[in-house]
Structures are given as C-alpha cells and as structure tokens.
C-alpha cells in the first residue's frame, strides 16, 4: 500500500529522543525518508541550508532555544512544515499561528495526516 508520503524527505527537528524515535518509526512506516532527527537549533538551521527536502517536522523548543529562526528559514525556502509542540498557539508569536500546529502528546497517526494534508495544500503537490 502507497501511502500519501511515500518517497517524500522529511525533516524531523525534534530533541527529546523518545518522541524523535516515535516520530521517525511513522514516518518510516507511512514512506518517507526521515532527514534527521535533529535536536539543535544550530544544527537544524545547517540543515535546512544545506539538504533539500519536501516537508518538517518542527518542535517549538530545542534545549531551551525556541526554533522559530528554523521557521522562518524553512518558510523562505518555501518548505511546508508543521509544530509539533506542547506549546500552545496563545503562546507563540501571531505570525507563526498560521502553520498547523500538534499539541503534545499526539497520536503519530495524527502526524502522518497532517503531513499529507500539508502536502496536498502545496499550490503544486505533484512529485517532479
């Protein structure tokens, strides 16, 4: 069975290791390839200078430093993404309410979802 994130690339920036695992085993599961897990601000914003891929996975704080550099490197490039955070959207800043947002904890399917919804309101979704 295809599913809907099957050969996609998919940034985790996740830095507690039992959730990054979790989230890596659905996304693996659903088809994509997992770039990461990364667990640093620093690290992530390398990567996404540096590595193409389609969508992300973004946890609202990583050992203490909020990640919205990594937002706002990410929605310059054009990478669709959702938080995945126990942050809740009255607590973060207007602008980034707009992306979609899971509140820890979440069901992975959950996840998997919305990473295919996100995909599918790309103004072009198809693969090239």
Request: proline fraction near 5%; charged fraction near 25%; glycine fraction near 6%.
């Amino acid at each position: 069975m295809t599913s809907a994130l099957t050969g996609y690339r998919v940034l985790v920036v996740e830095d507690e290791y039992f959730i990054a695992a979790e989230i890596e085993d659905a996304l693996t599961q659903a088809g994509a390839q997992v770039v990461g897990p990364i667990s640093g601000v620093e690290e992530a914003l390398r990567q996404v200078r540096g590595d193409g891929f389609d969508l992300a996975v973004l946890d609202l704080n990583l050992r203490g430093d909020l990640a919205y550099p990594v937002a706002d490197a990410l929605q310059e490039r054009g990478v669709p993404f959702l938080f995945a955070s126990a942050y809740q959207p009255t607590e973060m800043p207007a602008s980034y309410r707009l992306h979609r947002l899971l509140s820890k904890p979440y069901d992975s399917r959950i996840l998997v979802e919305a990473l295919a919804e996100i995909l599918l309101d790309r103004p072009t979704h198809s693969r090239t």
